[in-house]
């Protein structure tokens, strides 16, 4: 139903996306889109890179006037770093008189952690930085333009996204799913690290700030949250449409995301059913029950994180995804260079020491991206006012199931 492809290196001259299959009509906030950009630039812990680029998509189609047309819609994000990287990264077979940056020795000497040694093997590059550079989460810059996009879809039929980060190293919270959305919602954009508990936070700046002395890196864990997602998307009937199948999937894909859970996670692996499935009761005065809930019953607990079988069940969409330290450490592990075949430490390519924060915004349009493929599933349109109608529909009848006779 909806799909994208990106394109472009860390240090190449742009990156590229053509996202496919967005409803014609849907109001396009632009100046939205720059900022998730910039939102994933911030965070406590980030390297030098952020301080030289300054994000913005450029559209290049299927926009006119504001609105989708229903055509595929192409966002062009310049690197601002390619004129120090040109003398490296130039695409001509010869390398142009008017290039500019430093002449960069081959990558040969693999890090332990990245992709570096597996693309080697697969492509045959002599030279590792053909590998490294799209193997880069740079390229996530072109995914958060993409999920900008289909929280804007998103927003058409009342759902919203938020994110939070839960855990840096041995520091977190206690218990996340007592974190609500609004508590979230309601954090400072300059947050260091968007984290709900402040004493908290306070703990992951010190694991951070060890980890940089030591010369190390540090990762972590957040949840995104969905509010407001309507029930029914997704579907039981098959593997491959399960609706928290393609979440872990879409979670997994972001560089060094090691793991995925759905509501309590990994946890409900230690406590009998009796305290893991959530409670089905009357929604009656006093319960846990939101005024314009669109499924009319009360659910006291959201263990299952707003799936069930694979399908939403109008609960809020909990899903936590875990970061593993980031692969480029300033005092490398052991590693071989490739060429001479003898023992070397790894290559040191500029990083960041804690990534967690900017993880959590590109876990936000990637969750996006999945929920606004499902609605445009589920409710199926050429265009947005017709997807919002039919949204609305289903809305009432469903309402209507659910009223006391």
Same mark, same amino acid.
């Given at each position: 139903?909806?799909?994208?492809?990106?394109?472009?290196?860390?240090?190449?001259?742009?990156?590229?996306?053509?996202?496919?299959?967005?409803?014609?009509?849907? @109001? !396009?906030?632009?100046?939205? $889109?720059?900022?998730?950009?910039?939102?994933?630039?911030?965070?406590?812990?980030?390297?030098?890179?952020?301080? $030289?680029?300054?994000?913005?998509?450029?559209?290049?189609?299927?926009?006119?006037?504001?609105?989708?047309?229903?055509?595929?819609?192409?966002?062009?994000?310049?690197?601002?770093?390619?004129?120090?990287?040109?003398?490296?990264?130039?695409?001509?077979?010869?390398?142009?008189?008017? @290039?500019?940056?430093?002449? *960069?020795?081959?990558?040969?000497?693999?890090?332990?952690?990245?992709?570096?040694?597996?693309?080697?093997?697969?492509?045959?590059?002599?030279?590792?930085?053909?590998?490294?550079?799209?193997?880069?989460?740079?390229?996530?810059?072109?995914?958060?333009?993409v999920g900008a996009i289909a929280r804007?879809?998103?927003?058409?039929?009342?759902?919203?996204?938020?994110?939070?980060?839960?855990s840096i190293g041995s520091a977190g919270?206690?218990?996340? !799913?007592?974190?609500?959305?609004?508590?979230?919602?309601?954090?400072?954009?300059?947050?260091?690290?968007?984290?709900?508990?402040?004493?908290?936070?306070?703990?992951?700046?010190?694991?951070?700030?060890? @980890?940089?002395? @030591?010369?190390?890196?540090?990762?972590?864990?957040?949840?995104?949250?969905?509010?407001?997602?309507?029930?029914?998307?997704?579907?039981?009937?098959?593997?491959?449409?399960?609706? +928290?199948?393609?979440?872990?999937?879409?979670?997994?894909?972001?560089?060094?995301?090691?793991?995925?859970?759905?509501?309590?996670?990994?946890?409900?692996? +230690?406590?009998?059913?009796?305290?893991?499935?959530?409670?089905? =009761?009357?929604?009656?005065?006093? *319960?846990?029950?939101?005024? +314009?809930?669109?499924?009319?019953?009360?659910?006291?607990?959201?263990?299952?994180?707003? =799936?069930? /079988?694979?399908?939403?069940? /109008?609960? +809020?969409?909990?899903?936590?995804?875990?970061?593993?330290?980031?692969?480029?450490?300033?005092?490398?592990?052991?590693?071989?260079?490739?060429?001479?075949?003898?023992?070397?430490?790894?290559?040191?390519?500029?990083?960041?020491?804690?990534?967690?924060?900017?993880?959590?915004?590109?876990?936000?349009?990637?969750?996006?991206?999945?929920?606004?493929?499902?609605?445009?599933?589920?409710?199926?349109?050429?265009?947005?006012?017709?997807l919002v109608r039919n949204w609305k529909?289903?809305?009432?009848?469903?309402?209507?199931?659910?009223?006391?006779?």
């Amino acid at each position: 139903m909806l799909r994208f492809l990106t394109a472009g290196e860390s240090h190449g001259k742009a990156l590229v996306t053509i996202i496919e299959g967005v409803p014609a009509g849907l @109001a !396009l906030d632009l100046d939205a $889109i720059t900022l998730d950009l910039r939102r994933r630039q911030t965070g406590y812990g980030r390297g030098r890179r952020m301080a $030289i680029e300054s994000d913005r998509a450029e559209p290049l189609s299927g926009i006119r006037h504001g609105l989708s047309t229903g055509a595929p819609i192409a966002l062009l994000i310049p690197n601002k770093d390619w004129e120090n990287w040109q003398r490296t990264m130039y695409v001509e077979a010869a390398m142009p008189a008017e @290039a500019t940056g430093a002449d *960069r020795l081959p990558v040969t000497r693999p890090r332990p952690g990245h992709a570096d040694l597996a693309g080697f093997v697969k492509y045959g590059h002599d030279d590792m930085r053909n590998v490294l550079e799209r193997a880069s989460a740079r390229e996530t810059a072109a995914r958060v333009a993409v999920g900008a996009i289909a929280r804007q879809l998103l927003l058409a039929v009342g759902a919203e996204i938020v994110s939070h980060v839960v855990s840096i190293g041995s520091a977190g919270l206690a218990d996340r !799913l007592t974190v609500t959305f609004d508590r979230v919602r309601a954090l400072a954009a300059d947050s260091p690290l968007h984290c709900a508990d402040p004493g908290v936070e306070r703990q992951m700046i010190a694991e951070i700030d060890r @980890a940089r002395e @030591a010369g190390d890196t540090m990762g972590g864990s957040f949840e995104v949250i969905a509010h407001d997602v309507p029930p029914g998307l997704g579907s039981y009937v098959q593997w491959d449409r399960k609706l +928290d199948g393609r979440l872990a999937q879409a979670l997994m894909s972001i560089p060094a995301i090691k793991a995925v859970g759905i509501g309590r996670g990994p946890a409900v692996a +230690d406590v009998p059913g009796s305290r893991v499935h959530d409670e089905i =009761l009357p929604a009656l005065p006093g *319960r846990n029950i939101r005024g +314009d809930a669109p499924v009319g019953v009360a659910r006291p607990t959201n263990n299952a994180g707003g =799936l069930e /079988g694979g399908v939403t069940n /109008g609960e +809020d969409l909990r899903v936590i995804a875990y970061m593993k330290p980031i692969s480029t450490l300033m005092k490398p592990l052991r590693s071989v260079d490739l060429a001479t075949m003898t023992e070397s430490p790894a290559a040191i390519e500029r990083s960041d020491v804690c990534a967690v924060p900017a993880a959590a915004v590109v876990g936000e349009a990637m969750v996006a991206f999945v929920l606004a493929d499902a609605v445009i599933e589920k409710f199926g349109a050429d265009s947005i006012d017709e997807l919002v109608r039919n949204w609305k529909a289903f809305r009432a009848r469903t309402a209507a199931r659910f009223e006391r006779p």
